[in-house]
């Protein structure tokens, strides 16, 4: 079976890429590479020793995908992770994220419609239930007033993937992810975020490796019990295989309805200290950090309840956060080299 993996030498992509390849299916990766680059698809294959097929392509430009679709056959599922992640930069520049995030879902579907393609993978996020009245959260939570264009971008995907499965032959599994961190234990693929980090696990390894100056901790003045706000850190190569059971799900027709959700977490929520006691033991290092005012947006606390993805999809998250903070830090060390 092939599968397409839109977005696919990204972060997210790239490591669901080697879990689909090591579990024998083949995968051709479209990337605009705007946020990635071109040597992502050397790392695969040193991984899983086979090259997948790499085409460079916007998606969200219709003609380009159009004509990707007439000339490249044979695929059986697409997972899409093609879109702009930045909440900040999406408040600043929302056309942007509409335009990127909805034209390539919507060039996605309609050439999967014209060319008999009917499993789909959508990349969602917790995001879509803003702070929840009750945790841990589950999929038949409200949906709350997306805070950010991109939140909104994620909503409105879902909204669109519902609709056409309710009048098509479409299959589709929306993964609502909580917080993805960490890398591959190869250290060969990670997360590569250009210019300044938004997020807390790159800015950590960035700052214990000299590249930033100091962590800002946003906010210690929440109701938690350190008084910073609490995530539901995943590693991303539990998330990574999640998407492979995913995809076979739908092959093997295993699902109940047309269009499926769930939430990908682990259940626990830590805290942003936690979280950087956690990176301090394992790599007995000394992280310097300053407690500063909370970041606009930000929610107090979250994490998930992973009763339906544990029963429905036979998976689990298994990886502590130790794994996580270490597995980051070694692929921040191995970038360190490779630039030497
Ligand atoms: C948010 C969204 C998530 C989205 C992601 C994309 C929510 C609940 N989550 O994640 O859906 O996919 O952005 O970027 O809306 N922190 C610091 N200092 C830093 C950076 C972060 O203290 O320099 C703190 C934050 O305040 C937060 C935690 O670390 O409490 C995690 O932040 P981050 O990694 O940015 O993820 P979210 O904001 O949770």
């Not at 097929?53 to 490249?72: N, R």
């Not at 879902?105 to 995001?127: A, D, P, Q, W, Y």
């Not at 739908?250 to 950087?276: A, H, P, Q, W, Y």
Request: proline content about 5%.
């Amino acid at each position: 079976m092939k599968v397409l993996v839109a977005g696919g030498t990204g972060y997210i992509g790239s490591h669901t890429v080697v879990e689909l390849m090591e579990k024998g299916f083949d995968v051709v990766i479209v990337d605009n590479l705007s946020n990635s680059f071109p040597e992502v698809v050397d790392s695969i294959t040193e991984i899983t020793g086979k090259r997948p097929d790499f085409i460079e392509l916007d998606l969200a430009d219709t003609d380009s995908a159009s004509e990707f679709f007439a000339q490249y056959k044979g695929i059986d599922a697409a997972i899409h992770f093609a879109a702009y992640k930045a909440v900040g930069e999406s408040v600043e520049k929302p056309l942007i994220y509409y335009r990127n995030n909805i034209y390539s879902l919507i060039n996605l579907m309609e050439n999967m419609e014209k060319h008999g393609i009917r499993n789909l993978v959508f990349s969602s996020s917790c995001t879509v239930y803003g702070q929840p009245d009750e945790l841990p959260v589950s999929e038949q939570s409200p949906i709350k007033p997306a805070w950010s264009p991109y939140g909104n971008t994620k909503q409105i995907s879902e909204e669109i993937i519902r609709d056409v499965c309710n009048v098509s032959s479409l299959k589709a599994i929306a993964l609502r992810y909580f917080n993805p961190i960490g890398a591959h234990p190869s250290a060969l693929i990670g997360e590569y975020p250009i210019g300044i980090p938004n997020n807390l696990m790159p800015f950590i390894t960035q700052t214990a490796i000299g590249k930033r100056e100091v962590l800002s901790v946003f906010g210690d003045d929440y109701p938690t019990p350190d008084g910073t706000a609490i995530r539901d850190y995943i590693h991303v190569v539990d998330l990574a295989q999640a998407h492979v059971v995913a995809v076979e799900r739908m092959f093997e027709d295993r699902g109940k309805e047309n269009f499926e959700i769930f939430n990908l977490g682990t259940g626990n929520g830590f805290s942003v200290l936690e979280v950087i006691r956690s990176f301090e033991k394992v790599t007995g290092l000394k992280l310097n950090y300053k407690i500063t005012g909370r970041r606009p947006g930000d929610i107090e606390k979250v994490f998930a309840d992973t009763a339906f993805a544990n029963q429905e999809l036979g998976w689990k998250a298994i990886r502590g956060l130790d794994e996580m903070t270490l597995s980051a830090w070694n692929w921040e060390l191995a970038l360190k080299e490779r630039k030497k």
